[in-house]
């Protein structure tokens, strides 16, 4: 800066100077008018502002503003605003998808792939707590992306799954099974679920015949849909653990969801259908996801219009218009499918289907007090001979066409 006499007098200047020729002069104009209006403004702008927003800290929020605006509530209109555009733009196929059968979603590509994308996220807003997030299945819950299911991998038996709900039910100690007895069963098991490696021991064939296991899962060990009794035949195991033998042993001895048996088995998938947390048309999405995911039973091409007999048999497995918690009452033969693993062959005692010895007494005693048993279960008999969604209407039928059956 210099020292010397203001070179440019009558320049209003402030006196500094900041080079040598002088060229850099401080000067001491007013700032121009626009720009003071500007500022005015913009000062007058904040009490505006102020009382407009939320603005001032109080007490662990802040004044609400006289527009009662807040970031929360504009991202809540925009949200409906996107919903709003997404159910319209696809409203079209949503009504598609809740008036197709599960067959014909399948079917259509472009209804399979909108029911697939959007049940992802329902999957894991629903399920990935029991099954895994992409349906592999967490410890002691069942695997949904293999071809080894409890209840059947068609589109039908999927959504009965979800809509009903599953509850196995296996009997701890079967009749009287002692703790030599249970080594020796599941030994059988592990040799057989070996395949050709395995050395199943003979002898304990006639004991897995006569303990009562085949009247559940089977003389071939594949288990039964009706009941969700586990295939034993394949060595794949649903309750998982390092010392599968043991693991075994345990389901033997202390069953699969024996109330009364602290270490039993729990093993229950709730009922989509009658919580209602998820709706009719997400049930269905699910229903074609999960068939999807590696094990659904393929779904035939649309059969040709004429076979009408076909054509109801496709929409009996639909999910049509009305909730399917309660379908129309089954009768009592459909019913039987899930009794007749114990009852065609007498089972631990079950009175046998059309042995009039078995059904006299019982046939005596009415439909009335033998409901009430079926209903509780006794014995070896599973509460609701396993039919957890059978009405006492349902029930009766079934029993009356078992006593039917020993006239
Ligand atoms: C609380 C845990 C839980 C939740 C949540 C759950 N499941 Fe399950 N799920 C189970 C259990 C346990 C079983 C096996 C029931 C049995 O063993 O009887 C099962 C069985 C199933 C089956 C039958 C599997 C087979 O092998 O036949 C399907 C299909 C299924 N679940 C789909 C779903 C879908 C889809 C959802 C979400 C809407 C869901 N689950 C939510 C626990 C759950
Ligand atoms: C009342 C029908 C019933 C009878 C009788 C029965 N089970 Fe089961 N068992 C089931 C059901 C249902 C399951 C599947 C439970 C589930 O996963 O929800 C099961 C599961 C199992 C499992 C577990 C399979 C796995 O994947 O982890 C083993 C092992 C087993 N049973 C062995 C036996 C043996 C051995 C007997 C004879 C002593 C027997 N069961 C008798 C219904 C039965
Ligand atoms: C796991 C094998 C098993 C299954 C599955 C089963 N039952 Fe039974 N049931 C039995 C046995 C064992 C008895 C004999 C119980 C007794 O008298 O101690 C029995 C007895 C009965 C009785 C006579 C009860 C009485 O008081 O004498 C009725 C009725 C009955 N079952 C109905 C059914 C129906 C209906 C189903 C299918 C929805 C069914 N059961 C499925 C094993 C089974």
Known sequence: MSEHKNPYPGENNTGHLWDDEND???????PPRWYMWALYLSLLAIPIYSFYYPTIPWFGESTKGLANWTQIVEMKEGITQLEDYRKAKFADTEKAIAESSLEDIVRDEELRNYAIKTAEVLFGDNCAACHGAGGQGNKDFPVLVDDDWLYGGKLSQISASI????????????????DADADTLATFLIETGKGAQGKPNPASKPLYMTKGCIGCHGPTMKGNVFMGSANLSDG???FKADDQKASVIRTILHGVNQGHDPQTRDAVMPSFGISEVIDKTQIKKLAV??????G???????????????ESKVEATSTKTKPDVK??????????AKCQGCHNIG?????????????????????????KVAKTGKGAMPPKGTCFDCSDAELKAVIQYMMDSAK
């Open 24 to 30: 850099l002069r401080e000067l001491n104009n007013r």
């Open 163 to 178: 809509t009903l709900g599953r509850k196995g039910n296996m009997p701890a100690r079967m009749m009287g099974i002692s």
């Open 236 to 238: 794949i195991y649903r």
């Open 289 to 294: 996801y999960v068939h999807q995911l590696g």
């Open 296 to 310: 659904g039973v393929a779904v035939k091409p649309k059969p040709v219009p004429k076979p009408k007999a076909a």
């Open 327 to 336: 379908v129309s009452a089954r009768s009592g033969k459909e019913i039987y």
């Open 347 to 371: 089972v631990a005692g079950a009175p046998k289907y059309g042995d009039k010895t078995a059904w006299a007494p019982r046939i005596k005693r009415g439909v009335e007090d033998l409901l």
